[in-house]
């Protein structure tokens, strides 16, 4: 597909099947350990979250894959996948304060390797065994999507090197479209495997899992930052109408680390908290991307956690939790 030509088609986002009145702001919620989605807390911690705007949450559920040679895959409900009634309650207490929700099955690697990587070769006996488990594992949330009338099922995130063998990926695509009724969203990474996807079509929305790099420098300046936006713009206008989807940022967000805004992807390095660097980015997103094109539909930030006393100044993490990027998202998300 090429990267450069784009069809004349300018996507509307207005009046998409009743979802996308305007950009869809909202939040991934995740929890990487059992029985914290049930919890009064983390229904604490919704409610903080609504009062700063937000109208849609992404419940991330993750569920494991042994290594990238094997094709076993394993729900860990008694460690550290939640278990479905767990996700089932934070489901309802989410849509008890009016949030509507994508439910965002992850798959990660037990040793903590990247997901991009799983690709089994030549050896289509673990292809075919692969998509057979990870059919499975997407039903099993499927299923609940449709019980629990969600508003949006997100089919894979970041699978890079799987998305090749198309045939598969379509049959999952209309395995899931048997069980549930709503709209369907790939999150794929932003560094090329966008383009990479061949069943777009198939789906409602292209997912893009936006950790753009957006400076070199250690102390960017907001108009360096806004600037650095228009190329990666350019490319997604030119796939949005080239197959006439609109876009939605499956996950954007960046840590409160000094240094941060060059490798928003980079989720371990060390380095000295910088809440006012975090609060750039998002500002920068928003004077940027927000509301500025036709084929956006909105954007989940990445990450909101379940305890409501998470982040704070010494965080260096992804949260915007009681940092100055909280207050940049009650600006925009409540204007």
Same mark, same amino acid.
């Given at each position: ?114 997901? +991009?990587? @799983?690709?089994?070769? %030549? ?7 692969? &998509?057979?488990?990870? =059919?499975?594992?997407? $039903? ?93 713009? +350019?490319? @997604?206008?030119?796939? %949005? ?7 939605? &940022?499956?996950?954007? =967000?960046?840590?409160? $680390? ?78």
């Amino acid at each position: 597909m090429s990267r450069i030509l784009c069809a004349a088609i300018v996507v509307s986002v207005a009046g998409f099947g009743g979802l996308a009145e305007g950009p869809i702001e909202g939040m991934n919620v995740a929890a990487w350990w059992h029985s914290l989605y049930g919890t009064p807390q983390a229904k604490e911690s919704l409610a903080d979250l609504k009062a700063i705007g937000a109208e849609w949450i992404a419940i991330v559920v993750t569920c494991y894959q042994e290594s990238l040679d094997s094709p076993v895959i394993r729900c860990l409900e008694e460690t550290r996948t939640p278990a479905l009634d767990e996700v089932r309650e934070l489901i309802r207490a989410a849509k008890s304060l009016r949030f509507k929700v994508l439910l965002k099955p992850h798959l990660d690697i037990d040793d903590g390797t990247w997901r +991009r990587f @799983i690709d089994f070769g %030549a050896d289509e006996e673990a292809w075919k065994d692969w &998509f057979v488990a990870y =059919g499975a594992f997407l $039903l099993r949330y499927a299923v609940l999507a449709q019980e629990e009338k969600v508003e949006m099922f997100c089919i894979g995130v970041e699978l890079g090197g799987t998305v090749k063998r198309a045939r598969e990926w379509r049959k999952v695509i209309r395995a899931v479209r048997a069980t549930y009724s709503g709209p369907l969203i790939y999150a794929a990474s932003w560094d090329g495997e966008i383009w990479d996807v061949p069943f777009w079509q198939e789906l409602d929305y292209i997912g893009i899992d936006a950790y753009y790099p957006l400076s070199g420098k250690f102390a960017p300046t907001l108009e360096e930052l806004v600037a650095a936006w228009k190329g990666p713009l +350019r490319s @997604i206008e030119c796939l %949005a109408r080239r197959v006439e989807k609109p876009v939605i &940022f499956t996950e954007i =967000g960046y840590r409160s $680390l000094d240094g941060a805004l060059r490798e928003p992807w980079n989720w371990p390095s060390p380095g000295e908290p910088d809440p006012e660097e975090q609060a750039l980015g998002y500002r920068a997103f928003f004077e940027a991307v927000w509301g500025k094109y036709p084929w956006f539909a909105g954007a989940f930030f990445w990450h909101w956690e379940v305890d409501p006393a998470a982040g704070g100044p010494g965080d260096t993490g992804y949260t915007p939790q009681h940092k100055p990027a909280e207050e940049i998202l009650r600006v925009y998300f409540r204007d």
